[in-house]
């Protein structure tokens, strides 16, 4: 049996993490502009739309909009020290490229700020969570033209000195090495991911690490007190056999992932993938500029967290599970979420020790929860949800999270993601539920957008007034 000190250092950044085009609605509301989200009726399932349509939940979401200040005071109750949230870039520039950013936008992120202020949670903001604006998207053809390099760098600027010494963390895009992935929704490249031409893909790579860079030089001149964080998915590869070829293909997946992060820690980009794009043939167009920008280093590293998959180097073997959605074959020992998510708390510490060993920077892990289909009950108490499933998840992964640190590794704080429900972003729908709060709102449209705390409210409360203490070690591991 082994003994077990208090893992989470004091000060630890517990919290809950949303996006705006899951949360607020008001799509048209106070000068907002359209962004990609608005076409994006089904999620990743089909492109896109040429207009906005009806079926859209994330038009209205679940009102956050509105609403904004309940929810804060449910974060509040639960104890939240954090709230990691993203500005709509098309509220603050309904174009992406317009002369004036729009007042009515800056200022509804200002109430939410106050709100928090009240309460004393910290905020981490996004500053691009998958919402390029559309007319970027649709005139200039996304983040494959370099244009938009300046235009995010004036949109984050406005931010930096609009909001200087009320956000200190701010995260600059959303899981930046999805657009290997998802073109569209991660870079505003309107065309399926088979469709897109390798050079476009990297070179859009290239200047949305150039914009990162930049801002980072921005918001340090505007505040030295700023802390800026890239943002990407970790998905643990794993071979799946011990043959050094499955080996081997598992190290150049996980290579491909880490990329970005590399580039954003280290301020160049590794030899691995200079020879990946000399052997494909792409001449990327790389300043001297660029180069200098990119040197501007970021000062830790977050993270979203959800699964891990398989590589085989075998192309027999190249089965993809429903749930697999950054490639990999699933692993025969796990089990996985309703969605096929496959579920690894351990998963999550081998990530943090990785991820430290790789950078030595601290890391935030800005997204990790269980999307499930939830059922509202009647407990006599007044409605709530027994989600005793997103209780075990969560814990097991925490759990994790308390046994990196006690190898050693630095970690600022967990903000678990949707802490109130919200439309997934992959299925568009409400119905995969991650969420503390449970809000009254169906896949068809219907529901009254009340709120009730969920069993998994009050045990969360509880995970963080102990700061950890109640967690317990996951399934199969001794006490
Ligand atoms: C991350 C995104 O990929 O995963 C979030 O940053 C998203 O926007 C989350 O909601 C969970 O994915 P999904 O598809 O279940 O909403």
Not at 185 to 201: C, K, S, Y
Not at 233 to 241: D, E, F, H, K, S
Not at 420 to 438: H, N, Q, T, W
Request: glycine fraction near 8%; charged fraction near 25%.
């Amino acid at each position: 049996m082994t003994t077990r000190t208090p893992a989470f250092p004091e000060g630890f950044l517990w919290g809950g993490a949303t996006a705006a085009n899951q949360i607020e609605g008001a799509y048209d509301v106070g000068g907002k502009g359209l962004s990609i989200q608005d076409v994006m009726p089904h999620g990743l399932q089909t492109l896109s739309t040429q207009e906005p349509t009806d079926d859209n939940l994330k038009h209205e979401a679940i009102d956050f909009y509105h609403r904004y200040a309940e929810d804060i005071a449910l974060f509040a109750e639960m104890g939240f020290r954090t709230y990691r949230f993203s500005i709509a870039w098309t509220r603050i520039f309904p174009n992406g490229d317009d002369a004036e950013p729009n007042e009515e936008g800056l200022a509804f992120y200002d109430r939410v700020l106050d709100e928090l202020e009240k309460y004393g949670i910290e905020p981490v903001v996004t500053i691009s969570h998958y919402e390029t604006p559309l007319h970027l998207a649709r005139e200039y053809g996304g983040w494959r033209n370099r244009a938009l390099i300046d235009l995010y760098v004036t949109y984050a600027t406005t931010l930096f000195e609009r909001y200087k010494g009320r956000v200190r963390h701010w995260l600059t895009f959303n899981e930046i090495n999805a657009l290997f992935h998802f073109p569209f929704m991660a870079g505003g490249i309107e065309l399926n991911r088979d469709d897109v031409e390798d050079a476009d893909l990297y070179q859009a790579a290239h200047n949305e690490l150039v914009a990162s860079a930049l801002a980072t030089k921005v918001a340090r001149r505007v505040d030295p007190e700023n802390k800026i964080g890239c943002m990407v998915i970790a998905v643990p590869r794993y071979g799946l056999t011990p043959d050094p070829a499955d080996q081997r293909k598992a190290q150049e997946e996980t290579q491909l992932d880490f990329v970005f992060g590399d580039v954003h820690v280290r301020g160049q980009y590794p030899g691995h993938y200079l020879r990946l794009l000399r052997e494909k043939g792409i001449e990327l167009d790389i300043t001297d500029a660029d180069r200098e920008a990119l040197r501007n280093t970021v000062d830790f590293v977050s993270f979203s967290y959800y699964m891990s998959v398989c590589e085989s180097a075998d192309p027999a073997r190249q089965t993809k599970g429903e749930g697999n959605v950054v490639g990999g074959i699933p692993n025969p020992t796990l089990e996985a979420s309703e969605w096929g998510w496959q579920i690894d708390p351990v998963g999550l510490r081998i990530v943090l020790n990785d991820f430290w060993d790789r950078w030595q920077l601290p890391l935030f892990i800005v997204e990790n929860g269980l999307g499930a289909k939830d059922v509202l009950v009647d407990s006599g108490e007044g409605k709530t949800v027994e989600d005793d499933y997103r209780i075990a998840y969560l814990n097991d992964h925490l759990y994790q999270v308390g046994e990196a640190i006690t190898d050693g590794v630095d970690v600022l704080g967990y903000t678990a993601w949707g802490c109130i429900d919200l439309v997934s972003a992959s299925k568009a729908e409400l119905s995969k539920r991650y969420g503390f709060i449970y809000v009254d709102r169906n896949d068809d449209g219907s529901g009254t957008l009340a709120r009730y705390r969920k069993r998994s409210f009050d045990w969360y409360r509880d995970v963080i007034a102990s700061n950890g203490a109640v967690l317990r070690p996951s399934h199969g591991e001794d006490a």
